[in-house]
């Protein structure tokens, strides 16, 4: 398995930007689909985006789409959710995943996972 680390979560205005970075060791980083999901208190773990191997693909979930942005940085071994124009129901522990198949929004296809970091946003 691989070895996550997320950080770049905090507190932030609604309106406001957040960059969250995970860095992966373990494994070669360039064979894994990765993906990000959050959690609220007391609701499930969700799908927010997910990028393919070589960034070729990227899924977003409706509630994210045009605000955040997934990338790779395969050489760094890390993977980056850019969070634009936050809104106080994006509140969550973020978490970065990492699957060894074709990329999905499918939680049962991660395997690896990181603690997470918590994003709250103000209103």
């Known amino acids: 398995q691989v070895q996550l680390v997320e950080s770049g979560g905090g507190l932030v205005q609604a309106g406001g930007s957040l960059r969250l970075s995970c860095a992966a060791s373990g494994r070669t980083f360039s064979n894994y689909a990765m993906g990000w999901f959050r959690q609220a208190p007391g609701k499930e773990r969700d799908f927010v985006s997910a990028?393919?191997?070589?960034?070729?693909?990227?899924y977003y979930a409706d509630s994210v789409k045009g605000r955040f942005t997934i990338s790779r940085d395969n050489a760094k071994n890390t993977v980056y959710l850019q969070m634009n124009s936050l809104k106080p129901e994006d509140t969550a522990v973020y978490h970065c995943?990492?699957?060894?198949?074709?990329?999905?929004?499918?939680?049962?296809?991660?395997?690896?996972w990181g603690q997470g970091t918590q994003v709250t946003v103000s209103s």
């Open positions: 995943a990492a699957s060894g198949n074709h990329i999905s929004r499918s939680i049962d296809r991660f395997g690896s």
């Open positions: 990028i393919s191997w070589n960034s070729g693909v990227t």
